[in-house]
């Protein structure tokens, strides 16, 4: 329970730092954090005992990251993307991608290319989740549109 | 308005937005509802690295080429420069108006360097836990954060090449690393892939897919070109400054 409760605060603000650093509005940090915390606790619903988080967990997380990010764009008139951006930061396989040069430089290349395959999987599955949440949005408001 | 203001107005609303690292998609919507907002029909084709906008009307095709020369991700522009769209949708607003609301987009405040700092170190501490880090990791993590921070206005200063900025902030977390390890006997790859976070490309990577997934084959493939490079930039970095350690080691 604490490590789950330390996790939660940890995506806050493993959502907010980077959301400075790229220049967010002040008045969407706090939501922008919040993001980046429903993202990591619904990885965790998923599988609470793995914190390297794999593909169903990022998959999962992303999805709900895209629903909050298009249900506050509304909500406080800014584009979804200044949310999934920072929302999605915990969850991006920065350390993979790493681990995957990493292996390369130390030529152990059968390794790379398994880590090699896991980043891309992981990047795929983020931008996946985000385009599925885009599309149905898109989909709904052109259908109401019509009407 | 006349064709060649409506023109200007969109590319340079288009540009704006390019340049804080929006989505190709995006930027191609914004110019041509922009355009469409005053009856002019247009055509925008957008790469990362440039604009292309044609547009017909009374006075003939006109065509505007821009290139842009470097990028980085600012959210308060992407999101202002979609209000203004919006704005010039719905109310046609004139030309002036619109260039003195794109000026004020340009000039807007940003955070101050020490708290851009400050970021950049809380995100060091912050990922050195989430990755299971000790708290001493994360403290030696914070210095290394720090230290980005200061090379990146350094960098961003001067137009030098964009890859150097990584290279060199890798080399210094490479370095910085190693002699925390020595110092305080802390894990140096938890505190340099901590404080990496900081750099590591996940916007570029996951945009370029998303351009991807829309049908921007051109734009997707340039960014996971951008990401990669990012990548190796780091990886380069952080291997060269722990070889460079080792070997003062063994010099000395």
Redesign the interface.
Known sequence: MMTIL??LV??F??S??????????KR?LLWAGLGGMLGILTALLVNPYV??FSISQIFAGTIVIGLYSELMAKVL???A??FV??G???L?P??T??K???A??NNEVTEAILLGIDTIAK??T???G??LVTALFRLVRRTRVRK | MEQDKVLDIAVRAGSLLLRS???TY?VEETIVRICRSYRLSCDAFVLPTGIFVSAEGEKGALTIVRRIPYR????????RI??LSRKIQNERPEYEQVLAELDAIANIK??SNI??AM??A??AF??V????GTLMESLAAVIVGIVLGLLRFFFRQGSSFPFIEYFAGAFASGILGSLFALLLEVNPYLVI?GA???L?P??A??????D???GDIVSGISRLGEALMT??S???G??IGIATWHLMGVMA
Request: aromatic share 10%; hydrophobic share 60%.
């Open positions: 330390k996790l940890l995506g603000l493993g907010v730092a980077p959301a400075v650093a790229i220049n967010i509005e969407l914190v390297s008139k800014a584009p993307t200044v951006i920072p999605i930061f915990p991006v920065g350390i991608a790493y995957t040069i990493q390369f430089v990047a795929f983020i931008a996946f985000i385009m | 690292g929006a989505e995006r980085t991700v600012d959210l308060t522009s992407i999101s979609n209000a940003r955070y708290t851009i970021a950049y809380l995100t912050v990922y836990l989430i990755f299971g892939i990496l976070t900081n590591v996940g916007v990577l996951a945009s370029g897919i998303r991807l997934l829309h990548v190796f780091i990886a380069a952080t291997g």
